[in-house]
């Protein structure tokens, strides 16, 4: 399960902002966010 703080930027970034009618293009949403936060964000070390 995702830690708090990416379930909740999950949440203010991919789905409430836009309005998603169909569950085809939530899905589309869905894997977007994940595949900006796992390559394109910018990653860091905690404590260093």
Known sequence: MPNRAFRGALWVNAFALHHLPQLHQLKLELYDYVNWFNK?????????
Request: no cysteine; aromatic share 0%; hydrophobic share 20%.
């Open 40 to 48: 394109h964000r910018i990653h860091g070390t905690l404590g260093t």
